[in-house]
């Protein structure tokens, strides 16, 4: 049973680029989740795709946008980047079946911003 | 809003020995989802063990147990029979209902486990 894969695992960008990450659920999984891990810190929430749409935001810009496809996998794309965009990003899949569903994270891609 | 405060940002324990990690939190909610997740050195990010809020009885899975005190907002991670492989870096977190509304995690304790 394949967990949650994420490409790449490393990128570098220069500011003012663009970026696009990837992530694929665990299987049977529907939602999934981004967060973003600066160097130090707990993880942040950005947002929520289910069904195709986002379902939740955190207080993110509009800078950060994301998509989900109908085979559940995800993008992250994040336009205009800041040197502050440097961190880890986290994705995390889970079924929607709103009462035991937990999320179950990937292994990152590491964003370094020039 | 919803915080989650983890106040030993570097705990140490020998080999065989117990740790406990601290965590509390702030909530309006009555229903909600407490969990602990193990970030080691290659990043991925992994659950530990979770804990329902409705429920009484604290979690355990095999060596690692929790004392969930919901009156307090207090949620803390006991490590029975540390080993080398516990070392990591430990999040508290929270959610609302189900597990899939947004976690929100606190900053993390980083444990070391002494041979």
């Known amino acids: 049973d394949a967990g949650v894969t994420q490409s790449p695992t490393h990128l570098i960008k220069t500011r003012g680029q663009q970026v696009t990450l990837r992530c694929s659920p665990k299987?049977?999984?529907?939602?999934v989740s981004w967060y973003q891990q600066a160097l130090g810190q707990g993880p942040q929430f950005i947002f929520q795709y289910y069904e195709e749409e986002e379902r939740q935001r955190g207080n993110f810009p509009d800078r950060f946008s994301g998509h989900q496809f109908p085979n559940y996998s995800s993008e992250l794309n994040v336009n205009a980047l800041l040197l502050g965009d440097s961190a880890l990003y986290l994705c995390a899949s889970s079924f929607f079946s709103g009462i035991t569903d937990t999320q179950y994270f990937g292994p990152g891609t590491r964003l370094t911003v020039l | 809003a919803q915080t989650v405060t983890q106040s030993q940002p570097e705990m140490s324990v020998q080999e065989a020995e117990t740790v406990t990690l601290s965590c509390t939190y702030d909530t309006s909610e009555s229903d909600y989802y407490l969990f602990w997740y193990k970030q080691p050195p290659s990043r991925q990010m992994i659950l530990v063990i979770r804990?329902?809020?409705?429920?009484?009885q604290n979690a355990t899975e095999n060596r690692f147990s929790v004392n969930f005190q919901k009156a307090a907002k207090s949620f803390s991670l006991k490590i029975s029979d540390s080993q080398l492989g516990d070392a990591a870096m430990y999040f508290c977190?929270?959610?609302?209902?189900?597990?899939?509304?947004?976690?929100?995690f606190g900053k993390g304790t980083k444990l070391t486990v002494n041979p």
């Open positions: 804990q329902e809020a409705y429920k009484q």
């Open positions: 977190a929270y959610t609302t209902q189900g597990g899939s509304e947004k976690l929100v």
């Open positions: 299987s049977g999984h529907d939602t």
